[in-house]
């Protein structure tokens, strides 16, 4: 049995459209890191004129008062965090007495993370800081296609998550 050989075409031939690379601006994770970086910015900036909270002290104290009571580890997933910053945010934001820190009774080397009752208020101004900016970002799409998104927006992270 011989083996065949394929044609080779020419290299100016122009490739099938499916072969055609999107331009980089058109691609999906190119297009999120965007709306992540311009909306990261100004939520960055509102943090710190309206509560003088950098940004990830700000998420931090968010997701405690979400999530209390919170170990570091389970504070920098929440908060989308590496383990030191999370640790380092959490000090800083105990050292303003906005978040108390308590041994784990589950893990007596850990602690856990609450808001104290200033913090509790602070995360009230946090949180409607939060709702205000998706709804600066997110109010040009109905309450339907929020939704789809939203949904899709799930999805995507559950496949994101079984990759790593």
Not at 108 to 132: N, P, Q
Request: charge should be positive; proline fraction near 5%; glycine fraction near 8%.
């Amino acid at each position: 049995m011989t083996r065949r050989s394929l044609p080779v075409p020419p290299r100016s031939a122009v490739p099938p459209r499916s072969a055609v690379p999107l331009a980089l601006d058109q691609h999906l994770t190119w297009r999120l890191h965007r709306i992540n970086k311009l909306s990261d910015k100004l939520s960055s900036d509102a943090y710190t004129q309206e509560f003088g909270l950098p940004v990830g002290e700000a998420r931090c104290l968010a997701a405690i008062g979400n999530f209390a009571p919170l170990s570091v580890k389970d504070l920098a997933a929440r908060a989308n965090l590496n383990k030191a910053q999370a640790s380092r945010a959490a000090q800083a934001l105990t050292e303003r007495g906005l978040v108390s820190k308590q041994a784990s009774p589950l893990d007596g080397r850990g602690v856990v993370l609450t808001t104290t009752r200033k913090g509790h208020k602070l995360w009230t101004g946090v949180m409607a800081l939060i709702a205000r900016r998706n709804q600066e970002i997110f109010g040009c799409l109905s309450g339907a296609e929020r939704r789809q998104l939203g949904a899709m927006l799930d999805r995507l992270i559950a496949q994101a998550g079984s990759e790593s």
